[in-house]
């Protein structure tokens, strides 16, 4: 349980800036930096879907590139929000005593 420092109150909100705005930037840079994974991903779904025909082309390939761009966000998401998470935890004042309103760090976990 965590503890004010100063009042030992048990009433203690914690924020979680860095992880949010980590998630966030992580879901957009590795959408982003998943568009080359997307075109392959595409060529890959193409491939397999060619030996269904035409249509089988352009439904692989969509498909491919779907679960390509949606991978590269997922995993994006993940890498921010974990970095966030550990910035929280050791750089912000991420808890704030809703007794006396101090602002301070705790290295939980
Ligand atoms: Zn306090």
């Known amino acids: 349980m965590t503890q004010c ?4 109150s ?14 966030a930037i992580g879901t957009v840079a590795g959408a982003a930096s998943g568009a ?15 030996v269904a025909g035409p249509a089988g082309v352009l439904v692989g390939g969509i ?19 974990a970095v ?5 935890s050791n750089v912000l004042d991420n808890c704030r005593c809703r007794s006396c309103g101090l602002t301070f760090s705790v290295g939980h976990r």
Do not use: F, M, Q, W
Not at 63 to 81: E, M, Y
Not at 84 to 88: K, M
């Open 5 to 8: 420092p100063v009042c030992n």
């Open 10 to 23: 048990t009433r203690i909100e914690t924020r979680h800036y860095a992880k949010k705005v980590g998630g």
């Open 36 to 50: 080359g994974a997307v075109l392959s991903g595409a060529e890959a779904g193409a491939a397999v879907g060619a």
């Open 63 to 81: 498909a491919g590139a779907v679960i390509a761009g949606l991978l590269g966000a997922a995993a994006g998401c993940a890498t921010g929000v």
């Open 84 to 88: 966030g998470d550990a910035i929280d």
